[in-house]
C-alpha cells in the first residue's frame, strides 16, 4: 500500500515557477512516480514521471519548463515547474505505479495504482 500527499500548489503568476512535492509512504523505491494534472472540465492529462532508473518523462506541453526528480531517502517526488503559463491552471495529482502495472504505459493513468489527493496549480495572467 502506498499513500500519497501532494503540497506545494498555489497561485502564481505567469512565468512565475513552482515545486510541488509529493510525499510518499509504502514501497515507495519500487514504484515508477509520476504527476498528473485535471484542469476544469478536462480529463487528467499526463504531466511528468520518472522511473525507478531515473529515467525522466515529460508531456510536450511542459517540455522544457518542468522537472521532475525523485528523493528515495525522503520517499518523496517534486515537479519543478517554471515559465507557468494559464493554461497550467488545474489540480495537479502524484501518483505511483507498480512495475507491473506501469508496463502499460508511463503517460496512462491505467498505469499507476495509488493516487494523492490532488494539488490546485493557479496561474494569473
Known amino acids: 500500500q502506498v499513500q500519497l500527499v501532494e503540497s506545494g500548489g498555489g497561485l502564481v503568476q505567469a512565468g512565475g515557477s513552482l515545486r510541488l512535492s509529493c510525499a510518499a509512504s509504502?514501497?515507495?523505491?519500487?514504484?515508477?512516480m509520476g504527476w498528473f494534472r485535471q484542469a476544469p472540465g478536462k480529463e487528467r492529462e499526463f504531466v511528468a514521471a520518472i522511473a525507478l532508473s531515473d529515467i525522466t518523462f515529460y508531456a510536450d506541453s511542459v517540455k522544457g519548463r518542468a522537472t521532475i526528480s525523485r528523493d528515495n531517502a525522503k520517499s518523496t517526488v517534486y515537479l519543478q515547474m517554471n515559465s507557468l503559463k494559464p493554461e497550467d491552471t488545474a489540480i495537479y495529482y502524484c501518483?505511483?505505479?507498480?512495475?507491473?502495472?506501469?508496463?502499460?504505459?508511463?503517460?496512462?493513468?491505467?498505469?499507476?495504482?495509488?493516487w494523492g489527493q490532488g494539488t490546485q496549480v493557479t496561474v494569473s495572467s
Open positions: 501518483a505511483a505505479g507498480s512495475p507491473s502495472s506501469i508496463r502499460i504505459g508511463v503517460q496512462s493513468r491505467g498505469g499507476y495504482n495509488y
Open positions: 509504502g514501497f515507495f523505491g519500487l514504484y515508477t
